[in-house]
T-cell receptor, first 113, second 113 residues
Framework: KAGVTQTPRYLIKTRGQQVTLSCSPI?????VSWYQQTPGQGLQFLFE???????NKGNFPGRFSGRQFSNSRSEMNVSTLELGDSALYLC????????????FGPGTRLTVT | GQQVMQIPQYQHVQEGEDFTTYCNSS?????IQWYKQRPGGHPVFLIQ???SGEVKKQKRLTFQFGEAKKNSSLHITATQTTDVGTYFC?????????????WGLGTSLAVNP
């Protein structure tokens, strides 16, 4: 099976712009979680989608949003980018909605200037 | 709220030495998962422990789940340069549709050849 794919892999944006990141889970996986990773902060949970519904949400401002499509592909959007949004954004899929083992994509490295 | 603490944050060892990272939760966990992230890579699932006192081995890696299911450890025997990376533990929080993984901040392992 193909692994989790994320596009784009690298992105440079200017403060105030918005960005959309895409994630395609492993075939058959219906749960998709998004994480923000910055040095020293570990993995910060953004949200999880299951069957096109947001099931869980982390402590991020409303500028961070996401959605999931009927084919389980997911997107996350960040509006009005801030310098502090520079990070590696990781998507992870799992077989069922419960937090069974998560399979991560390679991530999108976002740099905000 | 529930937290998962990992120690140490960093560890430098000489190749051939042993290494241990510890994970402690403020509450009882139903299970604990371990992941490894190589430099420049993404987290990769290593193992899940479910039972109280469980011990699992993967070649030179030994994983333990405490009797009270509030702590866990990962021990690497005779480290090799291929063991370099950050090791994360994660445990589920919440129930039903509100379950999500809570992550430790990770232990970064450097191995001197």
């Amino acid at each position: 099976k193909a692994g989790v794919t994320q596009t784009p892999r690298y992105l440079i944006k200017t403060r105030g712009q918005q960005v959309t990141l895409s994630c395609s889970p492993i075939s058959g996986h219906r749960s998709v979680s998004w994480y923000q990773q910055t040095p020293g902060q570990g993995l910060q949970f953004l949200f999880e989608y299951f069957s096109e519904t947001q099931r869980n949400k982390g402590n991020f401002p409303g500028r961070f949003s996401g959605r999931q499509f009927s084919n389980s592909r997911s997107e996350m959007n960040v509006s009005t980018l801030e310098l502090g949004d520079s990070a590696l954004y990781l998507c992870a899929s799992s077989l069922v909605g419960d937090p069974y083992e998560q399979y991560f994509g390679p991530g999108t490295r976002l740099t905000v200037t | 709220g529930q937290q998962v603490m990992q120690i140490p944050q960093y560890q430098h060892v000489q190749e051939g030495e042993d290494f241990t990272t510890y994970c402690n939760s403020s509450t009882t966990l139903s299970n604990i998962q371990w992941y490894k992230q190589r430099p420049g890579g993404h987290p990769v699932f290593l193992i899940q422990l479910v039972k109280s006192g469980e011990v699992k081995k993967q070649k030179r890696l030994t994983f333990q789940f405490g009797e009270a299911k509030k702590n866990s450890s990962l021990h690497i025997t005779a480290t090799q340069t291929t063991d370099v990376g950050t090791y994360f533990c994660a445990g589920p929080k919440g129930a039903g549709n509100n379950r999500k993984l809570i992550w430790g901040l990770g232990t970064s392992l450097a191995v001197n050849p």
